[in-house]
């Protein structure tokens, strides 16, 4: 958790409560057929969880054809979770983005690509110093076309490591949008030592690593 990486700013920053009745079963998300999100005014959306919706949020906004990256929780078995709530691993929901985007300048391949090539894609329940079900890895597919991209990207990802790929691949259902205060949270908090330790590194190596994705002087 980001509360175990800064300890000394857990009380103030972070913290925990209880979840909400449960009202349905991980097998039957997963199990699920999955709600497709219709294009609107040319724009398409996908669903990612990586770790802190921070980092993820930060580097998908950073990507040409991305008009804008909202953050939130998803796949999980509780209504409304909040960020308190989801915290406890109890709601089944983990940190995850709604990456808006163009589908004529960037397609959902890339964006799988780029969602296993800016985390460590091997590490279970949570990503670098953020540990728990809140922070899994999920892919979320609308379709079976979406879901067989998924897979094959996964597969070949995995030819590259000696672990397993821990990323889940489940059937997307529902977004809920996260607290106000969450969104462009790395933009707007620059010096939070968490951004400066955790999320902006991150940011950098994605950048690095993909520089012909990246939106020109940042627009």
């Given at each position: 958790m980001r509360s175990i990486f800064l300890l000394s700013f857990s009380i103030f920053i972070f913290s925990c409560g209880n979840g909400n009745t449960q009202t349905v079963t991980r097998d039957e998300i997963a199990n699920a057929e999955p709600v497709p999100v219709p294009i609107e005014n040319g724009m398409a959306r996908a669903y990612f969880a990586s770790g802190c919706f921070w980092c993820v949020e930060a580097v998908y906004e950073s990507v040409k054809g991305v008009d804008e990256v909202i953050?939130?929780?998803?796949?999980?078995?509780?209504?409304?979770?909040?960020?308190?709530?989801?915290?406890?691993?109890?709601?089944?929901?983990?940190?995850?983005?709604?990456?808006?985007?163009?589908?004529?300048?960037?397609?959902?391949?890339?964006?799988?690509?780029?969602?296993?090539?800016?985390?460590n894609p091997t590490q279970v329940n949570g990503q670098g110093p953020d540990i728990g079900s809140q922070y899994r890895s999920i892919i979320f597919y609308q379709n079976q076309q979406q879901k067989d991209i998924i897979e094959k990207i996964k597969s070949q990802t995995a030819k590259n490591y000696d672990k397993p790929i821990a990323a889940e691949v489940l059937p997307f259902l529902k977004f809920w949008v996260a607290e106000d205060y969450h969104q462009n949270y790395e933009k707007l908090n620059p010096n939070n030592p968490y951004v400066q330790r955790v999320s902006l590194p991150r940011l950098n190596k994605f950048k690095q690593k993909f520089p012909e994705l990246l939106k020109e002087n940042g627009q």
């Open positions: 953050s939130g929780y998803a796949g999980g078995h509780t209504k409304n979770p909040t960020y308190e709530s989801s915290n406890t691993g109890k709601t089944g929901h983990a940190e995850a983005v709604e990456v808006i985007y163009d589908p004529k300048v960037i397609n959902f391949e890339t964006l799988v690509k780029i969602y296993f090539g800016s985390q």
